[in-house]
Nanobody, 122 residues
């Protein structure tokens, strides 16, 4: 089993920044990829960004490109999501997820954190 714990959520004004952190209890073949998803009220969970632990390949949703940056610290088993230029539409619960391959599909991720709320005020 792999436990994922997110932190860093909170309230931020539009145009501001926030850094989320996901701490993984360990890395396995089932969690070669770590990703961030988000879910706003009344909407489906959507892919935000993902990164492969070993080769560092990254993917972003179009809606966050050039604003958000995902990174990993292998020695600490942590993944960060630096969010800049936040907009009210970025308001959501942000989830960390672990899966075997880098994909935007929710169903490929078996491990999930409890989520952290990010609220962007206008």
């Amino acid at each position: 089993q792999v436990q994922l714990v997110e932190s860093g959520g909170g309230l931020v004004q539009a145009g501001g920044s926030r850094r989320l952190t996901c701490a993984a209890s360990r890395r396995t073949d089932s969690t070669r990829t770590m990703a961030w998803f988000r879910q706003a009220p009344g909407k489906e969970r959507e892919f935000v960004a993902g990164i492969n632990w070993s080769n560092g390949i990254i993917d972003y949703a179009d809606s966050v490109k050039n604003r958000f940056t995902i990174s990993r610290v292998i020695a600490m088993n942590t993944v960060h999501l630096q969010m800049n230029g936040l907009k009210p539409e970025d308001t959501a619960i942000y989830y960390c997820a672990g899966g075997p391959t880098l994909t935007s599909q929710v169903r490929w991720y078996a491990y999930w954190g409890q989520g952290t709320q990010v609220t962007v005020s206008s």
